[in-house]
């Protein structure tokens, strides 16, 4: 039982490149949710699907894209990647009556 | 005004003492509310959830929640070395029930 899992859990892009973070669940839980992290800025809500086939701007969605794929999977995409960017990219999932959300391990990403 | 306010410490305690860790939140709607833990370089946590007025016990976290004072706080009891980490406080909000995060507070206990 993983949990949540991300991968890459580390990458480097230029600018101007393009990527997609990768997150899995096996909690079986509905809803699942992107962050980003930065210093001094928290944990910010870029996208959400509060269940398959559904996906939501949540507060940063610029420069973003997301797919639902499955029950188990949903990815973020950077289409043109920017150095504001830079940042900790975490995955959660949350069973919607409960409210509570768990988190994968992250993705940090670097982009020059 | 930030959404979710928490003082970012660091806070200080000796081990063994009682770290006491707080929130206030602007959205009178607010219905759900977290605390999570989280170490250097890895993930939050969830170690606390309240979703009334009081306090909720578990092992040596205390959660307690007062919706009038749009407050909510964290005792952490018999605070040990490993419980040094950044404690988020997070609140549910709107129709979605989104979570938004505090900043965050370091705590460090030292021996």
């Known amino acids: 039982n993983a949990g949540v899992t991300q991968t890459p859990k580390f990458q480097v892009l230029k600018t101007g490149q393009s990527m997609t973070l990768q997150c899995a669940q096996d909690?079986?839980?509905?809803?699942m949710y992107w962050y980003r992290q930065d210093p001094g800025m928290g944990l910010r809500l870029i996208y959400y699907s509060a269940s398959e086939g559904t996906t939501d701007k949540g507060e940063v969605p610029n420069g973003y894209n997301v797919s639902r794929l499955n029950k188990r999977e949903f990815s973020l995409r950077l289409e043109s990647a920017a150095p504001s960017q830079t940042s900790v990219y975490f995955c959660a999932t949350g069973e919607r009556a409960r409210r509570s959300q768990y988190f994968g391990p992250g993705t940090r990403l670097l982009v020059l | 005004q930030k959404e979710v306010e928490q003082n970012s410490g660091p806070l200080s305690v000796p081990e063994g003492a009682i770290a006491s860790l707080n929130c206030t939140y602007s959205d009178r709607g607010s219905q759900s509310f977290f605390w999570y833990r989280q170490y250097s370089g890895k993930s939050p946590e969830l170690i606390m959830s309240?979703?009334?007025?009081g306090d909720k016990e578990d092992g040596r976290f205390t959660a307690q929640l007062n919706k009038a004072s749009q407050y909510v706080s964290l005792l952490i009891r018999d605070s040990q070395p490993s419980d040094s980490a950044t404690y988020l406080c997070?609140?549910?909000?709107?129709?979605?029930?989104?979570?938004?995060f505090g900043g965050g507070t370091r705590l460090m206990v030292k021996p």
């Open positions: 997070a609140v549910t909000r709107g129709a979605g029930n989104m979570l938004t």
């Open positions: 309240i979703y009334s007025n």
């Open positions: 909690m079986n839980h509905n809803s």
